[in-house]
């Protein structure tokens, strides 16, 4: 009997979980006719069993809903009432066979209530007109649904309640996750003892081969393959076992949606993709919370109510997409929704107000980059806490949860029209390969997915760690990588800098979308480790993620990677965004030329040449003191210059950059100039000094980008607003002093007459008081972004034409769509100067001779 | 690979401690170890075995009473520094360690200690009440102590020394 129970409760599970989804599909497709008789065999399945096992509660109760479903099988359709009642019964059933489960018996209690709805409700399908009356539209059954519903046999063209189905979500009903021939029920305690007992075998095995090693007799040697391999097998068959299809986790999505929609006065689709996707089962529970909790986000915060998704020219169903796939070694799941996406300008607003970084950061970083402070702790952009999504679980511990696991989560949002969460998760937790390397008389271990390359820190002679700005970074190739001095963690003697021995590799360690380095003495290993966790005393040390015994019986901690970048105050709310990555690469073909010179210090500095006008090679002795400042007098004029360099007394003359701001000079004194080279303005690390916009890797070399407008404004601060008389009037809007000062001279150079604006605010001001012939704006600013301005700029009259141009580090896909809808005539990289110039040159030509050619050429414009 | 980077475990002279049959318990039993020249009673239920270690494995920003970690059959346990939980100073070790292991919350931990003593019975009425408040060492309450034969034997609760590492996470400082 006990063994018929345990069997039975199993089973019933199983069912109940089918009904629920099922049922849910079919109230939104009645004429599923496969659905409905598939839902009366499990429940008629479940009474059968109840009544066998004289579970009389359970009896009844399936019997009552049976006859329920019974008639909407024969009707082909049930009211959403209905739909409800038999959920509820569903509720009442697994509660009653939870209580079964703890101590063997039904729970005593009273269902007489619930079976006279039930009852009365089987009565009423009987007479089509009360039936009728109690129907009212489900959320998810909009009356103004485009589609016609494909209704079937129904005998009353009645409710509009036999709405039309989400399609895309048909397959999954016909996924019939029937017990196959051939499989029997293992409970999961033996199949966590079996894992045990394997993961110990995997590490008596990685034993045997550390001692075999180093024995002489080889005898040992063919056997010892033999049970590696076979090891190795065992390994891979248990893991098999445990997989389990992650559609057990989306069963539950079709109802949730369901009963959230209807509490939030929604309609939504849900599509569930790649539900065959197998994952461990321990990482099924590990998911759970952070995708139920993301999908309640996508309905709370993101798909809009029906009148105000029809405004807006959406279709007043919302649309769910929740896609499982595996890749490489990872499983992605991905939750879209065409909601109402994220509001940059506001998480910007948040951030700053929550202090999570300073203003000038914020103002430097891109909408993906800020879009990511979402995963901050305490952060909720919404301005009102409802109750289904602002319940204390954030996005924060969503990140947590998936982190935790060595997993990661990112976002890419296109502000009102979709956000799409990617979660990525490791297939098992159980067995991982790690790297195993030294520093000093420690030895760790790191998981080896997280590993990128490992790379000498010597290049012949030259050391590729240097320090720049107090910190120790990592030049690979074009990059500069952060480094995590694990010795300074390890508390190893800092005296003891042995060259020969200490940090002779750096392994290049991935994390979402950012790299850093670790320098560490040698690699010792690659093992299949398990992964044991760390006492609670030595649990709150994030950089470890466990500890494992190696094949030698010693004990190593697990490196924890995204504990360690924290460390080194790599923004955790920074790294995890998939498409940073892609947004860089687009935005690295976009190459700038520099001029690189050396003025003191070890680092090479550089300046765009577009910000030089020429550089001269001056006496000493013509730089004079003059009313605080000093003053280079050279060719019958005077300028002010700026000392980048002490010179001493070893040269006569000293190269100055001459640097034309608004036509009036200014000089910087340098030491050397190296050459000028084309490159990316890529910055690898934002810099520390107002002087000093960031640092990047340039020929080899880690260079200092040097921010001008430091110079200018002590040189020449009353520069900045100097006019021009020009044929076409222009307007910069951007919230950067750098950016505005970068290209008003470019502009300018070029024939335009320009103004600046700060913000969007100061902007409309100005248009309203002058004529414009164009405008550029930044895209990201705070308070009011440039997409918003571009908005309210059409609206002002005699401005509905005139060219408005997004500016934007990053000229991505995302920006371009964005700017079109805003109605803006293009988008250009922030530091395309040539394509910048040609834009303005087309699309003002155009405006003298022939304005309906704007468009035309700025969507070339888009190209550039 | 240096050779101070093997963290090598020996556990050839580990034994189990025997539990004595259960009975009603007109006394508590408890172990006595030595730490720096004092003697302690812990907990018998709590004791596992009682091993030697060549070496422990140091965690890196751990409190300061974590030794490390030890493999002991294939189990890892956090090594703790009693002396240090209490104040004491330790006997140098000579490089290998003999500790006392002790299963707490499914969690192993292993106690340094100079000397593994025996098996006593204590009983209530034994327990011996010291006038003061003062605690010999610096940061702990004063232990519940009872009389043993001759010997005065303070109790150490194994919760309260562990949730202590547990509150004082503290990074040592560079010494």
């Known amino acids: 009997m006990e063994e018929l129970l345990s069997d039975f409760l199993a089973e019933a599970n199983e069912q109940l979980d089918q009904v629920e989804r099922q049922i849910v599909q079919f109230e939104k497709d009645p004429s599923d006719a496969n659905c409905i008789a598939s839902i009366f065999r499990l429940v008629h399945t479940l009474k059968g069993t109840s009544g066998f096992l004289d579970l009389t509660r359970l009896e009844k109760l399936t019997h009552s809903a049976e006859t329920l479903l019974g008639r909407a099988r024969d009707r082909g359709r049930a009211s959403p009432e209905q739909v409800s009642l038999i959920l509820q019964t569903i509720d009442s059933i697994q509660e009653i066979i939870g209580e079964l489960a703890d101590h063997g018996a039904e729970p005593p209690g009273d269902d007489s209530a619930l079976i006279g709805e039930l009852e009365a409700a089987a009565r009423n399908t009987e007479d089509p007109v009360a039936s009728t009356e109690s129907s009212e539209p489900v959320a998810s059954c909009a009356e103004d649904a485009p589609e016609a519903p494909p209704r079937a046999e ?27 021939p051939g499989s029997i029920r293992v409970t999961i305690g033996i199949l966590e003892r079996i894992m045990r007992l394997v993961s110990e075998l995997v590490l008596t095995r990685n034993q045997l081969i550390d001692l075999s090693s180093k024995a002489t007799d080889t005898a040992i040697s063919a056997p010892l393959q033999r049970l590696s391999a076979i090891t190795s097998d065992l390994q891979d068959s248990i893991m098999q076992a445990r997989m389990q299809p992650i559609d057990r986790l989306f069963a539950s999505l079709p109802r949730m949606v369901r009963e959230l929609t209807i509490d939030l006065g929604k309609q939504a689709n849900l599509v569930v993709e790649g539900s065959d996707t197998e994952l461990d089962r321990q990482l099924i529970d590990h998911i759970r919370d952070p995708l139920m909790h993301l999908i309640r986000n996508c309905l709370d915060h993101g798909i809009e109510p029906p009148d105000e998704r029809i405004a807006m020219g959406k279709p007043a169903h919302g649309l769910v997409r929740v896609t499982a796939a595996q890749d490489a070694g990872f499983i992605s799941i991905k939750i879209h929704d065409d909601g109402r996406g994220i509001d940059v300008a506001r998480v910007r607003e948040k951030a700053a107000a929550l202090g999570l970084t300073d203003e000038a950061q914020l103002a430097s970083m891109s909408n993906d980059e800020v879009c990511r402070f979402i995963f901050a702790p305490g952060f909720s952009t919404a301005r009102k806490v409802t109750h289904v999504s602002g319940r204390g679980f954030g996005m924060d511990v969503v990140r947590e949860n998936i982190e935790s696991i060595g997993g990661t989560v990112s976002l890419t949002t296109v502000y009102g029209q979709s956000t799409t969460f990617t979660l990525k998760v490791p297939l098992t937790l159980a067995i991982i390969p790690a790297l195993i390397f030294s520093v000093g008389s420690f030895r760790f271990a790191i998981p080896q997915d997280s590993v990128v390359e490992a790379v000498a820190c010597h290049d012949g002679d030259r050391s590729r760690l240097s320090t720049v700005q107090g910190r120790t970074v990592f030049r690979l190739r074009d990059h500069v990588l952060p480094v ?220 200092e980008i040097l921010d001008l407008t430091h110079y200018m404004q002590s040189a020449r601060p009353d520069e900045f607003a100097r006019k021009h008389a020009h044929r076409f009037r222009l307007l910069i809007v951007d919230d950067k002093l750098f950016f505005r000062d970068m290209l008003a001279p470019i502009i300018a150079a070029a024939g335009y007459e320009v103004n600046t604006a700060a913000s969007a605010e100061d902007a409309l001001s ?70 910048l110039i040609s834009i303005l040159h087309s699309s003002l030509s155009a405006t003298a001779f022939n304005r309906s050619a704007i468009e035309s050429s700025m969507s070339k414009g888009d190209a550039a | 690979m240096t050779a101070a980077g093997r963290q090598q475990v020996e556990s050839a002279d580990a034994f189990t401690i025997r539990k004595p049959p259960m009975r009603p318990l007109p006394a508590r039993q408890v172990f006595t170890i030595e730490i720096a020249g004092n003697w302690f009673g812990i907990p018998i239920d709590k004791v596992r075995t009682v091993f030697r270690a060549n070496s422990i494995t140091p965690v890196p920003m751990a409190p300061k009473a974590v030794a490390g970690l030890v493999n002991v059959r294939g189990q890892v346990l956090t090594a703790i520094y009693l002396a240090t939980y209490l104040g004491l100073k330790q006997k140098s070790q000579n490089g290998t360690f003999l500790l006392v292991g002790v299963e707490h919350r499914d969690e192993n931990f292993g106690f340094i200690i100079d000397a593994a003593g025996n098996i006593l019975d204590i009983d209530e009425t034994d327990r011996v009440l010291i006038p003061g408040s003062q605690s010999e060492y610096r940061h702990i309450l004063p232990l519940p102590t009872y009389q043993v034969g001759d010997m005065l034997l303070p109790l150490l609760d194994i919760d309260t020394v562990l949730s202590s590492l547990r509150t004082a996470i503290a990074a040592p400082e560079r010494s």
Request: charged content about 25%; hydrophobic content about 40%.
């Open chain 1, 154 to 180: 129904a005998p009353t063209s009645v409710s509009p309640a036999t709405g039309p189905a989400a399609n895309a979500a048909k397959p999954e009903t016909s996924h019939q996750p029937a017990r196959e």
């Open chain 1, 766 to 835: 100005l248009i309203r008081k002058n004529r414009f012939d164009a405008i550029l704006t930044d895209v990201d600013m705070p308070d009011v972004n440039g997409y918003e301005l571009a908005k309210s700029v059409r609206e002002i009259a005699s401005y509905e034409k005139t060219p408005i141009i997004a500016l934007d580090a990053f000229a991505g896909e995302e920006v371009v769509k964005a700017a079109k809808m805003a109605g803006m005539t293009g988008v250009i990289g922030k530091f395309d100067r040539k394509a």
């Open chain 1, 484 to 703: 995590a001095d694990l010795s300074r963690i390890c508390r190893l003697d800092p005296e003891d800098n042995d060259e020969d021995h200490r940090n002779k590799l750096a392994i290049v360690t991935r994390i979402g979308a950012v790299n850093f380095a670790m320098a560490v003495d040698e690699l010792a290993d690659v093992q299949e480790i398990v992964v044991k966790p760390l006492s609670s005393p030595l649990a709150h040390l994030d950089i470890f993620a466990g500890n494992t015994i190696l094949g030698d019986g010693s004990v190593v901690l697990i490196i924890n990677p995204v504990g360690l970048a924290a460390s080194i105050g790599l923004d955790s709310t920074k790294q995890y965004s998939v498409s940073s990555s892609e947004s860089t690469e687009s935005y690295r073909k976009d190459a700038t030329n520099f001029i690189l010179f050396r003025a003191g210090g070890q680092v090479q500095k550089a300046l765009p040449l577009s910000l030089l006008s020429r550089i001269e090679e001056v006496a000493i002795t013509d730089i004079v003191d003059s009313d605080g400042q000093k003053l280079l007098k050279h060719n019958g004029m005077i300028m002010p210059v700026v000392m980048l360099v002490e010179p001493d007394g070893q040269r006569e003359t000293w190269p100055v950059l001459v640097v034309g701001v608004g036509g009036e000079p200014m000089g910087l004194v340098v030491s050397e100039i190296v050459d000028t080279i084309e490159h990316s303005l890529e910055i690898d690390i934002a810099g520390r000094t107002a002087a000093v916009i960031g640092s990047t890797t340039m020929r080899g070399e880690v260079t």
